[in-house]
């Protein structure tokens, strides 16, 4: 048998066939179930449930006590804060079986989600998105966006950094890494030279 190149705690389970990418490491209580596929120098932490078919990309953090249902996709780089959690069905009853009812959430590239947030399936949050902790997200957010609440709202812009953007008219550069970024047609983007 060949010696596998990622982690896992000896109290933690994953169910076979699961995919698991070099140099990731998956902590106590987990439960990875089949089909699940994780990528590369990803940190999965206590307590967390990574259900059959989600994709998790690289280098992802997920904290402890984070619920992974069915249908979530995570890109690469993608923070999950403490004891967030995903649904996969709208309309949930314990009597009705609704499997064929579950709806994809995609989470892009890099973005941030706060401890405690709900995100209700069947929405993307975009590239390197802020969502504040607590949040209920019921509907799409926006690349770059900054948003919080019930239901959660853009109030602003953030760079890819993690800085909270001061955007005046149509561009803004990051105080913290000198990133250039534009507005253009109400969508934050990479500001072209």
Not at 26 to 39: P, T
Not at 120 to 135: N, P, Q
Request: aromatic share 8%; net charge neutral; proline share 3%.
């Amino acid at each position: 048998m060949a010696e596998r190149d990622y982690f896992v705690h000896e109290s933690s389970y994953v169910d076979e066939p699961a995919t698991i990418g070099a140099g990731t490491k998956i902590w106590h209580f987990s439960h990875v179930m089949k089909d699940a596929v994780i990528g590369r120098d990803c940190v999965i932490g206590q307590n967390v449930l990574v259900a059959s078919g989600v994709r998790i990309g690289d280098g992802c953090k997920i904290q402890n006590n984070v619920s992974l249902y069915t249908g979530v996709v995570l890109e690469d780089q993608v923070f999950c804060g403490p004891s967030l959690v995903f649904t996969n069905v709208v309309n949930p009853r314990s009597e009705v079986v609704r499997k064929d009812e579950f709806r994809p959430t995609l989470v892009k590239r890099g973005a941030s989600l706060g401890a405690n947030a709900t995100i209700v399936c069947g929405v993307t949050i975009g590239t390197y998105a802020f969502i504040g902790a607590g949040s209920v997200v019921t509907h799409d957010i926006a690349d770059f966006a900054l948003a919080f609440g019930n239901p959660a709202q853009q109030r602003g812009w953030m760079c890819r950094c993690g800085v909270k953007l001061d955007v005046q008219g149509a561009f803004s550069t990051c105080p913290a890494c000198a990133t250039s970024y534009e507005v253009h047609e109400g969508i934050l983007g990479f500001r072209r030279s």
